[in-house]
Antibody, heavy 116, light 106 residues
Framework: QVQLQQSGAELAKPGSSVKISCKASGYTFTSYDISWIKQTTGQGLEYIGYINTGSGGTYYNEKFKGKATLTVDKSSSTAFMQLSSLTPEDTAVYYC?????????WGQGVMVTVSS | DIRMTQSPASLSASLGETVNIECLASEDIYSDLAWYQQKPGKSPQLLIYNANSLQNGVPSRFSGSGSGTQYSLKINSLQSEDVATYFCQQYNNYRTFGGGTKLELK
């Protein structure tokens, strides 16, 4: 069965970076793009961008350019998102999801907390 | 960006009742719309895509309809396991989500 397994919760200091992972199983990894979505209580769900798992090509929501960097390791069927220059506004749950238009499978989410 | 406005923000209904949730887009999205269900502490799950196509494994009591800027999710014969927050999402122009509708049992 299709699964997207994300890495564990992160506690980070302002100004630092975190890199979270999303390991796919149960399907051909390079046949589907991986998208990343941010969820907060205040802003709801926001689309960050996606990566073409075959070519490594990326698209970013304008709001997240310079904040998020998406990469992929085809050998391990894993997608990564690095968040840089963290501020308290980056505190959220971050999901990876399969596909780039609607999202048919989601990871369990990673809670990133930014606090000094 | 296309704005997605959901209504109501919260809803209380009885078991067996029919529930309708609305989603209004700020411009025509040509049926490029999905609906998701999110239970507390869980990730969202896809219910409907292309405005009215039922995702595999989703109970047939869920249905979607609409066109242009106006869309709706209908839940027939409400079950206790349907208590959740529901989100719409457009994918016609970039990707944006509605603010969510929290469904509770009366």
């Amino acid at each position: 069965q299709v699964q997207l397994q994300q890495s564990g919760a992160e506690l980070a200091k302002p100004g630092s970076s975190v890199k979270i992972s999303c390991k796919a199983s149960g399907y051909t990894f390079t046949s589907y793009d991986i998208s990343w979505i941010k969820q907060t209580t205040g802003q709801g769900l926001e689309y960050i961008g996606y990566i073409n798992t075959g070519s490594g090509g990326t698209y970013y929501n304008e709001k997240f350019k310079g904040k998020a960097t998406l990469t992929v390791d085809k050998s391990s069927s894993t997608a990564f998102m690095q968040l840089s220059s963290l501020t308290p506004e980056d505190t959220a749950v971050y999901y990876c999801a399969r596909r780039w238009y609607y999202f048919d499978y989601w990871g369990q989410g990673v809670m990133v907390t930014v606090s000094s | 960006d296309i704005r997605m406005t959901q209504s109501p923000a919260s809803l209380s209904a009885s078991l067996g009742e029919t529930v309708n949730i609305e989603c209004l887009a700020s411009e025509d999205i040509y049926s490029d719309l999905a609906w998701y269900q999110q239970k507390p502490g869980k990730s969202p799950q896809l219910l409907i895509y292309n405005a009215n196509s039922l995702q595999n494994g989703v109970p047939s009591r869920f249905s979607g309809s609409g066109s242009g800027t106006q869309y709706s999710l209908k839940i027939n014969s409400l079950q206790s396991e349907d208590v959740a927050t529901y989100f719409c999402q457009q994918y016609n122009n970039y990707r944006t989500f509605g603010g969510g509708t929290k469904l509770e049992l009366k």
